[in-house]
């Protein structure tokens, strides 16, 4: 098993950028794919990026359209989502999750066994 733990997040104007870490205790972090999820006020949770276990792929969804990254330190046992150019729309909690999945559909909610609380990104203009 493998805990999650998110930080980073904050209140930024539209236009600036946050960088979000997610920490995992487990012991076998490297084995791991990443991804980053978000969910909005009345809206469902919906996929933002994913980083396979070796860092050779990832894979993002339409709206960051070039504006986000999402990185991972194995040695720190942390995955990063750098967010630029942020806007109001982007305003969301955001969720870390992790899956041994291979070639798995990442951005389906159902691949991911372990999940973190979240982390609150709020935009304003």
């Known amino acids: 098993q493998v805990q999650l733990v998110e930080s980073g997040g904050g209140l930024v104007q539209a236009g600036g950028s946050l960088r979000l870490s997610c920490a995992a205790s487990?012991?076998?972090?490297?084995?791991?794919?990443m991804s980053w999820f978000r969910q909005a006020p009345g809206k469902e949770r919906e996929f933002v990026a994913t980083i396979t276990w070796n860092g050779g792929s990832t894979y993002y969804a339409d709206f960051v359209k070039g504006r986000f990254t999402i990185s991972r330190d194995n040695a720190k046992n942390t995955v990063y989502l750098q967010m630029n150019n942020l806007q109001p729309e982007d305003t969301a909690v955001y969720y870390c999750?992790?899956?041994?999945?291979?070639?798995?559909?990442?951005?389906?909610?159902?691949?991911?066994?372990?999940w973190g609380q979240g982390t609150q990104v709020t935009v304003s203009s």
């Open positions: 487990g012991r076998t972090f490297s084995s791991y794919s």
């Open positions: 999750a992790a899956t041994l999945g291979y070639r798995f559909k990442y951005s389906y909610e159902s691949e991911y066994a372990y």
